[in-house]
């Protein structure tokens, strides 16, 4: 098991590689809670310091994809089994039916939604992530479709989905396949790190196009009904987040 040093070490030259080689499309991920699979947390998982996971992607998707595989190349999940806090705090509020996870990574939002009832699709560009999907979707007794793709390729049908997930994943051209994606009355959940990271501690060094803008979120989608807005910031992670309706 890599220790922190080690971890942090090898994120920062990724991070090097990534904005001196990127071209017109650059998207980053960020984790919330990093924590494995066993329930007594493994701080030698946490890249960098304190709780935020930075990676970035370039114009290779080859290289993309091999990044990913070597994160997700390990026993434990690294992003953990549990979902993120927002969707479950507001799962509620999505209407049952066939749902997309973009960005899927090793499933554990994917699997709590198909828990709750929903048909999900995930998408990632990282194998080795999916398939820790699909066996944590086995280790629950839920199915799943896990997607094999590049998102800056990948086409979000139209009119399909009564809900799209997108945790930590930000391309902004994403952004109208969603809307588009959703059925009448179909529901987004975003979240995302915004510009404010930039005067936490782990958010040193971090492009301000890979954040959001104070309030960018909202006119994101501005066409949509909002139900929840909220833009916080703790001292480690500062995030926007939304729970917005297409109309019907």
Not at 87 to 112: C, F, Q, S, T, W
Not at 151 to 161: E, N, S, T
Request: charged content about 25%; cysteine-free; hydrophobic content about 40%.
């Amino acid at each position: 098991m890599p220790n922190i040093k080690g971890v942090s070490q090898i994120y920062r030259a990724l991070l090097a590689v990534s904005i001196a080689g990127a071209g017109a499309f650059l998207a980053i991920r960020f984790s919330l809670a990093l924590r494995p699979q066993v329930e007594t947390a493994d701080s030698s998982l946490r890249p960098g310091a304190g709780n935020v996971y930075q990676q970035v992607t370039g114009d290779d998707a080859e290289e993309d994809r091999s990044r990913w595989d070597a994160l997700f190349s390990t026993h434990t999940y690294v992003f953990g089994k549990d979902p993120a806090e927002f969707l479950k705090k507001h799962v509620e509020l999505l209407p049952v039916g066939r749902a997309l996870d973009i960005a899927m990574g090793e499933g554990r939002n994917a699997v709590y939604l198909a828990q709750k009832g929903f048909q999900v699709d995930g998408v990632d560009i990282s194998d080795v992530a999916l398939r820790k999907a699909r066996r944590l979707a086995r280790e629950h007794n839920v199915p799943i479709r896990a997607i094999n793709a590049d998102l800056r390729d990948y086409v979000i049908q139209p009119g399909a989905y009564e809900v799209i997930l997108d945790i930590q994943y930000l391309q902004r051209s994403l952004i109208p396949q969603i809307q588009r994606g959703l059925k009448p009355g179909g529901v987004v959940v975003f979240e995302n790190h915004t510009v404010d990271q930039l005067r936490n501690p782990d958010g040193h060094g971090i492009p301000r196009d890979y954040l959001l803008e104070q309030g960018e979120l909202r006119r994101l989608f501005a066409d949509l009904e909002v139900l929840v807005y909220e833009e916080v910031n703790d001292g480690k992670d500062a995030v926007a987040r939304l729970i917005a309706r297409r109309p019907n």
